[in-house]
């Protein structure tokens, strides 16, 4: 997922992605 795409997707989506993948969100 492209970064801002993330900031396009709503808060939920990115809690939501924040559990599924909070590695990701790490580097981030």
């Known amino acids: ?5 993330r ?4 808060r939920s ?5 924040l559990q599924a993948i909070p590695s990701k969100f790490s580097l981030a």
């Open 1 to 5: 997922m492209v970064a801002s795409q």
């Open 7 to 10: 900031v396009n997707v709503p």
């Open 13 to 17: 989506q990115v809690s939501f992605g």
